[in-house]
């Protein structure tokens, strides 16, 4: 009985561990690699496994660092079955699919350049739209809380971990010629008291807990204080006539701003707005936010009771088309424009800002991480003038960075989190850069409990282990 770290061991991106029990072989996560160096190389590479000779995946959610290589695991020989939640299900359709549909983009556009160039070989997509959906076909949802056998001697129980909609934390119960280990892989933990989403659950004893590190050195800015800035900027901004561009990201963030305008409709002055959703991904991302009212916490529960609608924006208008994008550039003040990309690196946020960070009485406002080298990142370090689509642009709009609208808790929600489970066990740290995941690693030690940083590659002996 063995856990072997993978990926996103010493670094953020490309979860994915290997537990192997009774013969059986099972994946937690099967993420892509973003960021950092040559990532494409590295998704690319063979898996140190056989792709073939994997039992089952279970998903802790779909984001794309931690699903974004099913695709590529089906291509090489994998059928088994992915496990889910429902919702993870449904969104992990949604980013695989853009996935795909980016992955074919680029290469036709990189097969343009050879060509231009008369260089030879043809660049292939890491995978395509047919082994997204192929990969796809492999799922099966699981409820929360319910403990379900996906192969023999392996139990799985999904528990909340409220990082965005339908992500879980994962409960297993392993058992070998009468030995039985349960261990815990905590996912991606979302913040105490975010919007919508229900608190990280906690969960039963388990002998050792695999815990994701990404914000272990820090601590967020205050949410209830964010949520005033982000107020008296759109009651100012409202003032001096201009637009407001809000990048976000299609899946969490596009859905909690929805949320808190609807909660904050009148105290923001929000009816003499026209709000736009400019994004068919975040749309879609949003319906399957919608339709999941059994996931909410109480006060969206609440919400949702009084108004019969969620979010209950009248003004709110669903941009599908390009040509309805378009149009949002003629309207000279007075919209509210959420669109992607987050970091504005592509997307239908790069010609809104074109237009609109000329001018002084617009605001852009930004609510999630940006990137070094993202025209985000160029925005918010508050340069005069950025490049897009080629083309030199001024910043004269206001530019604002709120803090607290992170999906990943902070050092203090993970140690509220592993503070929850019974009898303090030995803990290992996935998914965070050296300093953060070190940073946690001594506050967890501090709290009097054993726990070590996991390197790529390192096996534990779950026989031994307890
Ligand atoms: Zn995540």
Not at 40 to 48: G, K, L, W
Request: proline share 5%; aromatic share 6%.
């Amino acid at each position: 009985m063995h856990l072997q770290f993978f990926g996103a061991a010493g670094e953020v991106t490309g979860s994915c561990h290997i537990v192997d029990v009774g013969g059986r072989r099972l994946l937690l996560d099967c993420g892509l690699i973003q960021g950092g160096a040559a990532p494409d190389e590295r998704n690319r590479a063979p898996f140190p496994f056989d792709a073939a000779g994997i039992d089952a995946v279970i998903l802790s959610h779909p984001h794309i660092d931690h699903c974004g290589r099913l695709p590529l695991l089906h291509r090489r020989g994998f059928r088994g079955v992915v496990y889910a939640t429902a919702a993870c299900r449904d969104l992990a359709r949604i980013l695989l699919m853009d996935g795909a549909a980016m992955q074919q983009r680029d290469a036709e556009r990189e097969n343009r350049r050879r060509a231009r160039d008369g260089r030879k070989g043809r660049a292939e997509p890491l995978y395509t739209e047919d082994d997204a959906e192929a990969a796809l076909g492999l799922f099966r949802s699981v409820d929360y809380g319910r403990a379900f056998e996906v192969l023999p001697g392996v139990e799985l129980t999904f528990r909340d971990a409220g990082h965005i909609l339908g992500s879980a934390s994962v409960w297993l119960r392993l058992s070998e010629g009468g030995l039985e280990r349960r261990i815990v892989f905590s996912g991606d933990l979302g913040q105490y008291d975010s919007p919508i989403l229900r608190d990280p659950e906690p969960g039963p004893a388990a002998d050792l807990v695999v815990m994701e590190s990404t914000y272990g050195d820090r601590l967020h800015k205050d949410r209830d204080a964010t949520l005033v800035e982000l107020g008296e900027i759109l009651l100012h901004a409202r003032s001096r006539g201009g637009n407001v561009l809000i990048p976000a990201f299609a899946v969490g963030r596009s859905q909690d701003l929805l949320y808190e305008f609807g909660t904050h409709f009148e105290a923001w002055d929000l009816a003499s707005w026209r709000i736009f959703l400019d994004s068919p991904m975040a749309i879609e991302a949003s319906q399957v936010y919608w339709r999941h009212p059994e996931l909410y916490d109480e006060e969206a529960r609440e919400l949702l009771g009084r108004t019969g609608d969620l979010p209950p924006l009248p003004n709110l208008a669903l941009c599908r088309t390009v040509e309805e994008s378009m149009a949002i550039n003629r309207i000279p003040g007075g919209a509210i424009v959420i669109a992607g990309s987050g970091m504005c690196t592509g997307g239908r946020i790069v010609q809104h800002l074109k237009h609109n960070l000329p001018r002084p009485e617009c605001d852009v406002v930004f609510t999630g991480f940006q990137a070094e080298g993202t025209l985000g990142r160029a925005i918010v370090n508050g340069r005069d003038e950025v490049r897009i689509l080629g083309t030199p642009v001024r910043v004269a709009a206001r530019v604002h960075t709120l803090g607290g609208f992170s999906a990943h808790g902070d050092r203090a929600d993970l140690r509220r989190w592993y503070a929850a489970l019974p009898g303090k066990p030995p803990v290992w740290l996935v998914h965070g850069e050296a300093s953060a995941s070190e940073a946690l690693r001594d506050a967890l030690r501090g709290d009097g409990a054993t726990a070590e940083v996991a390197a790529a590659g390192v096996r534990l002996d779950l026989g031994a282990a307890a």
